[in-house]
Each structure stands twice: as structure tokens, then as C-alpha cells.
């Protein structure tokens, strides 16, 4: 069987590398850590789990210190995880049917939690995390593997939760970003994740100008311009800009008409919409069932990047809602209750509050 090494780098991780570490452990032949200046027990801890650990001296590039870290391993195949992640779901029998095809890079969803309105949500995209031996990296920030070999998608599920805190990574990483986009200032995934990064922190109006950008950049059928798309509507919307969402959703609908998380967004747009002007934007009414009604019937798992709950839960509550408000209470409780059923804590109280 051809052997795999965890290769990671790490900085002041003693929250939840030990995490990470057991999570793998069934999966991997070693485990490489590479601490790039930790001040807290890190390197211990990696220790006490097993793991190789290993010092370098940071140079402000994400790509050159995972590049030194794979030049420590001598395995068939690398799986690069932060200590953030752990895996949810996969075995290395799994893994190893899908990677003894070979020429490939093993491609994994990961779930990434974060906080919206008061609540913990969770988006899922696919990313290239298992690596042939000889690959490297490029991108000073968000780096990506530097190669052309397609990716297969293995049975692995990632967990991540460090974007419950919210705001830190992204005020890390925007420098980084920020330098590399004067660089090759028309880069659409550098614009895409600019401002997304400032969307996150609240800052509408500059996240809006490089999502502006990054539309205008982005080639049809990028893997991430779907989910860059959706923020883009989002921030247009909270910045008022409703005559431009309209003409954008007229444009993508074809594009993006499988798209949940799309669809989603049109539920919530055309709500403020009418709240916004109710005598002007009334004849959208019927399009805010139509529009979650749309996500149940795409359900979950279309989308490589999709926001987890857009086809399943989130759009039953939000229909519960609809229909609540509406005055059919026969409508909301079955919604509400689908909801529930799928372990949604907000319909679950919503049907206690109904039941009183």
C-alpha cells in the first residue's frame, strides 16, 4: 500500500492540534508538523501525539513554508490540513481505492463553521488536499497546488471551526492579500477573497468594489465564481443596491439555477425587497415561496461550494416562516417540523412557542 504523510504548519495551535492529530491518526503513516514561531505548548503537544516536529523561520508566504514542509516527507502522498481541521468522516481504505488510480490530486469537502445572526452556521466547499509526492504549492496566501492534474473527489469529510472567531483570520490574512493583489491586480480569486474578507468584517462598501471586480474577472466556469456570485448579491443587498441584484439574478439564473445557496439568497432578497417599497415591489411576492420552494427541490449536495442548510433546513424554517406569517398554520408547522426533524434548533423552538 502506498504510504501518506500529514503535512502541516502550525503557530500557536495548542487549542486544537491535539484535535487534529487524533483525527488522523488511523489515516496516515507519520505525521510532519512544522512550527513557524509558536509561543505556546504547540510543539509539545504535537510531540506527546506522535507527531515529527519541525522548525521554520517564517517569511510571510503560506506557500514557502508548506513547500518546506513537504520537503520533509518521503511518502507517496501528503494530506496538508491546518490544526483547526479534523477529519469528520473517511478511512484510509477509502482513501487508498480512489488514490491507487494515481496522477491525480485527492480532492475533500470542508465544512466550515461560522457565526450568522447570533447562530453557529456552516459552508462546505471542495479542495484539493491529498497530494502526489513532487507537488508544491504557490500563492503567498490562500495558496493553491501548483500543478495541472485534475482532482478525484475522495470520501472524506473536513470539519473546520476556526472562522467561529469571527473576524481574526480574516484581519490576518488581508495584508497578505492585499500585497499580493498589487501584484496581479486583476487576479478574480484574490478580488473574490478580498472581499470576502471584508465582507466578514463588516465592511460593506469596500467589500463591494472588489466583488465588483472580481465579477467583472471571473471566468464562467471557475469553481469558486458560484459561491463569489452569491457574496456579491449579498453585499450589493446590504448596501441597497437593489436595481443591480435584480439584473444580476436575471442574469444568472441560468447559470446558478441549480444552486441552492442562490436561491436562498433570492428568498431573503425579494423579503426586504417588498419591505423596503411595498407598493412597488409587490408583484415579487409570490417569488419568496417560489424561491425556498426551489431550494427543497435541489436539496443538498449539488454545489461543491454550498452553504450547508440552503437546500435542507434553513430553507424549510424560512418557509415555516413564510407561511406562518401568512396566516397557514398547517403550511408552517409541516415546514417548521421538517426543519426540526433535521435537528434545526430555531424550528425546533418555534414549534414549542406554537405548541404553547
Known sequence: METIALVMI???????LKRCLDSVRGLVDRMIVVDTGSEDDTQEIARQAGAEVYQYRWKDDFADARNHALSLSDADWALIMDADEYIMEGSREEIAAVLEKGNALGDVYIYNAYREDGEESCARFRASRILPKGVRFKGRIHEQPDTDLPGILLPVKIGHDGYLETGVKERRNLPYLL??????????????KVAGSYQTLGEEEKALGYFRA??????????YRPKGVVGFLYSLMACGEYAEVLGILEAEEERLGESASFHFFCGV????LILSDTVRYIKYLPMIEKSY????AIGADVQDEEDVGAGSYKAAYNLGTWYEVSGDMEKARRYYRQAAGQGYGKAQERLKEMEK
Open 214 to 223: 472580481f465579477y467583472k474577472e471571473a471566468a464562467p466556469k471557475s469553481p
Open 269 to 272: 432578497f425579494y423579503m426586504q
Open 293 to 296: 420552494l426551489r431550494c427543497l
Open 179 to 192: 500585497s499580493e493583489l498589487k501584484e496581479r491586480p486583476e487576479d478574480p480569486y484574490l478580488l473574490y
Open 10 to 16: 502550525v503557530k500557536n495551535e495548542q487549542r486544537c
